[in-house]
């Protein structure tokens, strides 16, 4: 079983309970405008270039016939490139990068267990992405791979798939970080492309399962960071059991840099950080909603 990964993080302690392992897959049915990871939207790899780092030596040019140089400046027919890598492999100052790469599930279960001496009681396997389940058949590997060695499996989801598809990797999850960007459908289709209803319907499906359930919610300004939100965040906190808490995570404009990388312009293009505070007032504002504990990350 195969499946493309762009990133495998290792030690990380924001992706879920304790020391973790973050494989990041590729593939999204997402478009959030403000997307950090738009590296991760497409299922196959591609490259990215940052003219910045580029010293003009023609060394991708010598390997690829898609890079060129005129008047100074690297020409690069990215409609054109099969995203072999062998640009990004001739390329020593590091300005052509290839983003993905093929993998297989015991590749993947080898570099996990590397880590398994830290992960301790709490620690483990964090799937994320782009959205896991666009790989589904790898992501259920991964997850059942995981099990088999005692790793604790955490999984970052969207929630926008197939609820036959959620039932089948629930059995090898123990834990759902679960991606909530607005509650209003209009608002949602606008910024992210596609309704929110299959979103909420999956969050009540494990809801009915008795799932374990974290709630990861962008804060982007001008589109969600409001009481309304706020409130209907913790509407959904108080509806569901199985949802323990709340992560809010403040607006921050590395998916800019990244579109850019990769020949895009980026939908929303703010530079500017949110920060906690903002958000912090007005969490307090309406935490008598609920009884569990949320956090600004």
């Known amino acids: 079983m195969n499946g493309i990964v ?4 290792r030690f990380c302690t924001d992706d879920g309970p304790g020391i973790r392992t973050t494989v990041f897959l590729k593939g999204c049915p997402l478009r959030c405008a403000w ?4 590296e991760s939207h497409r299922k196959s790899p591609e490259i990215l270039l940052n003219p910045d780092k580029c010293v003009l030596c023609g060394e991708c040019q010598n390997t690829c016939e898609n890079h060129m140089f005129s008047d100074g400046k690297h020409i690069f027919h990215r409609d054109a490139c099969s995203s072999c890598g062998k640009c990004a492999s001739s390329c020593f100052p590091q300005a052509i990068e290839l983003c993905g790469k093929e993998m297989s599930a015991d590749e993947v279960i080898h570099t996990v267990l590397r880590d398994k001496p830290f992960y301790q009681s709490t620690g ?12 589904f058949d790898f992501t259920l590997s991964l997850l ?9 499996t955490a999984i970052e989801t969207s929630g926008y798939a197939d609820k ?15 991606d909530i960007k607005t509650i209003d459908e209009e608002s949602h289709i606008r910024y992210t492309g596609v309704s929110n209803n299959s979103i909420l319907e999956n969050l009540s499906f494990l809801n009915d399962l ?12 001008g589109v969600n960071v409001t009481d309304d939100h706020i409130i209907n965040v913790f509407t959904l906190v108080k509806k569901y059991a199985c949802v323990e808490s709340v992560e809010f995570e403040p607006y921050h404009p590395l998916g800019v840099s990244k579109s850019r990388l990769l020949g895009k312009e980026p939908a929303y293009d703010s530079m500017d950080f949110l920060d906690k505070e903002t958000i912090a007032v007005l969490t307090e504002k309406h935490r008598h909603l609920i009884s569990k504990p949320f956090s600004i990350h």
């Not at 997307?35 to 738009?38: F, Q």
């Not at 036959?164 to 679960?178: G, H, M, P, Q, R």
């Open 144 to 152: 059942i791979k995981a099990k088999k060695n005692g790793i604790h």
């Open 124 to 135: 483990g396997m964090t799937i994320s992405g782009g959205e896991p389940l666009m790989q």
């Open 210 to 221: 008795s799932k374990r359930v974290i709630l990861r919610c962008p804060m982007i300004p």
């Open 6 to 9: 762009f990133n495998i993080q």
């Open 164 to 178: 036959a598809k959620i039932a089948e990797i629930s059995k090898y999850t123990d834990l759902f970080l679960y």
């Open 35 to 38: 997307c950090h990871n738009p």
